[in-house]
């Protein structure tokens, strides 16, 4: 089950040379078999069955609406059988919203040399324990269809901005390479359409628009999606490796000509100004490792730029991440007698980096995830009130203003 609501659209605003520019920004509301999220949604990762370091508990309490899990990843461990046994991987988790599951197309892209991709499928060798794999369009909704993931991925083939096999090191993928794998994973697309619906999956099933760099590519992969009637669409094979201006153009152009009363989903992006932006080209989900990869490595995201807890600056200073955050790590909790405990300082983080104390990327993941929750939260707060462009200019203000 999937419906789509578009609540709000950004209206028009007038430029200082007097004309009008709007954007392709909008407000939804997205019901699924797990519940209701209100869109523009940042959806955090959860790879193995877990956003690492941070319980279900501590998402709930900062505002998640839906998680990601990895289809390739749970085959592999702990496999279907216990996900059968389980009933799906909400109940295995703990996680009683909804969750969005991947295809393995995508980790099977990355895998390299180390796969084969045909008409049929790809086979490859288990990072595992080595065991010789075949992945199909079909396995993968079989896959999905044992985890109950409310929104099922079509088994796509990501097309790389490098191309897998070029013999000299930095050459891009031409346009006949970005040709034929688009068409490759149309073809899966029909195929995992077809799966599914014999499969008699209650939840919901969206198609990915490939086709690299190329905008035609692209037109012709989001027309014949389009004409599938599926109901929702991704665009893929973006942030694998492009330059930023590269992935701009193609979110510039993309996401705003998808179905307006379909839910529109920009894969694997990517920092907070990649965010605002893709709102404002019509994105309504996102989805990145980002926010809890950067905390186990001291990259803290806050509303006044980025901060690198490791700098010995930050050793004697007292001050939170974030005083205008209200996640654990910045504001602390509330005592059971209604006191205030408290925030951590950057100090005490700093500290717990040096010393390589697990709480430390604890908390720093919980101020990443609380951070690109809550900007969505604002996003939403702001079209809501009309006010997205002057929610964007000050957005991008705020981040340059330094930490």
């Known amino acids: 089950m999937l419906q789509f609501e578009l609540l709000q659209t950004d209206p028009a605003t007038r430029t200082r040379e007097g004309a009008y520019a709007g954007s392709h920004a909008r407000r939804g509301r997205l019901t699924l078999n797990h519940g209701v999220v209100e869109t523009p949604i940042f959806m955090p990762v959860g790879t193995y069955g877990t956003v690492k370091g941070v319980t279900p508990r501590s998402l709930e309490d900062m505002g998640a609406q839906i998680i990601l899990g990895n289809t390739f990843h749970l085959w592999m461990r702990p496999g279907l059988d216990v996900m059968a046994q389980f009933g799906g991987l909400h109940k295995f988790e703990k996680w009683d919203k909804p969750i969005l599951t991947d295809s393995g197309g995508f980790q099977v892209w990355s895998l390299g040399e180390m796969r084969k991709i045909a008409e049929e499928g790809v086979k490859f060798s288990s990072p595992v324990n080595g065991d010789k794999l075949f992945l199909t369009p079909e396995i993968s909704m ?241 079209l809501d009130a009309g006010s997205f462009g002057a929610f964007r200019q000050q957005f991008k203000s705020d981040r340059t203003r330094g930490v």
């Open 142 to 382: 079989q896959i999905q269809t044992v985890l109950n993931s409310d929104i099922v991925m079509q088994f796509d083939e990501c097309t790389p901005y490098i191309s897998v096999e070029a013999k000299t090191k930095g050459q891009l993928t031409t346009e006949a390479e970005a040709r034929s794998s688009m068409g490759l994973s149309l073809r899966w697309a029909k195929r995992c359409q077809a799966e599914f619906d014999r499969l008699e999956n209650p939840n919901a099933l969206f198609g990915i628009v490939q086709g690299g760099m190329f905008e035609h590519l692209r037109q012709e992969s989001l027309e014949q999606l389009v004409a599938m009637d599926f109901p929702g669409y991704a665009v893929g094979g973006v942030s694998v490796g492009e330059p930023k201006d590269e992935m701009l153009r193609i979110m510039a152009h993309t996401p705003h000509q998808l179905p307006a009363h379909k839910p529109r989903y920009l894969m694997g992006v990517g920092t907070p100004e990649d965010l605002v932006e893709g709102v404002a080209q019509g994105v309504d989900m996102f989805d990145c490792v980002m926010p809890t990869r950067n905390a186990r490595n001291g990259h803290l995201f806050t509303r006044f730029g980025d901060l690198k807890i490791r700098n010995s600056r930050h050793k004697i200073d007292e001050r939170p991440l974030d005083e205008t955050c209200s996640c654990y790590a910045c504001q602390g909790s509330t005592r059971l007698d209604g006191s205030s405990a408290g925030g951590f300082s950057r100090a005490y983080l700093h500290h717990l980096d040096r010393c390589g104390e697990m709480l430390g990327p604890m908390l720093a993941s919980i101020h990443n995830l609380h951070y690109f929750l809550n900007l969505m939260r604002e996003v939403r707060a702001a």
